[in-house]
């Protein structure tokens, strides 16, 4: 009579076993490391934020969600003031520390339902839902106005952060791309307003 030597599942014992064990624990670094990939799709390498890749991603189901059933959504699009001259002044931590700074208030000043995302460089996106154009200038203005209280300490020297916000209700059956322009030439006309 023959003894079968290979293991049952969840059976630790005997040669089967050993490999299954080895195969299992291979099995889990797998998936974690999986699901850290596909963290670092979705998100900013600075900032606690999205990146623009999920940003254009949720942006599109959006725009089908405002063609297919209506609603009342917003984009913002905003841009750091004078960051250049900060790096240029204070280098480069300075800068970072400052993109993480508003990142963070530009974070707590939505609901955990709307997408924040750093685009790059200096621009960062929000995406808002169930508000409707009328109260986009409002929201805007709050937004800023905390930004502007995020005072920082960097080796000695207290840096305040500013923005420009440009904004537009997202509208269902209009591109992406021309809702980012249209947000983006919004962003410009306020940018230049503060320099009047």
């Known amino acids: 009579m023959m003894m079968n030597n290979i293991a049952k599942p969840g059976d ?4 089967g076993g050993d490999q299954l064990t ?5 099995n889990r670094q797998l998936l974690s490391r999986i699901a850290e990939l596909e963290r670092l799709v979705r998100r900013d390498t600075l900032t606690p934020l999205y990146n623009r890749r999920h940003f254009i991603e949720t942006l599109d189901q959006w725009i089908w969600r405002a063609h297919r059933y209506g ?23 300075a800068g970072d520390k400052m993109l993480i700074t508003i990142a963070k208030a530009l974070q707590n000043s939505v609901r955990r339902s709307d997408i924040v995302a750093r685009m790059g460089g200096d621009e960062f996106g929000m995406l808002l839902e169930n508000i409707n154009v009328t109260a986009l200038p409002d929201k805007a203005d709050k937004i800023s106005k905390a930004i502007s209280k995020q005072w920082f300490d960097y080796e000695g020297h207290s ?22 322009t249209r947000a983006d030439k919004s ?8 320099q009047r």
Do not use: R, W
């Open 71 to 93: 609603g009342d959504f917003g984009l913002m699009f905003i841009d750091v003031d004078q960051l250049k001259a900060i790096n240029d002044q204070h280098g480069h931590d």
């Open 12 to 15: 630790v014992h005997g040669k």
């Open 159 to 180: 840096l305040k952060p500013a923005i420009s916000i440009g904004f537009t209700a997202i509208e269902g059956g209009v591109a992406a791309a021309e809702h980012l």
């Open 187 to 194: 962003m410009y006309e306020a940018k230049q307003a503060k």
């Open 22 to 26: 080895a195969l299992e624990k291979e």
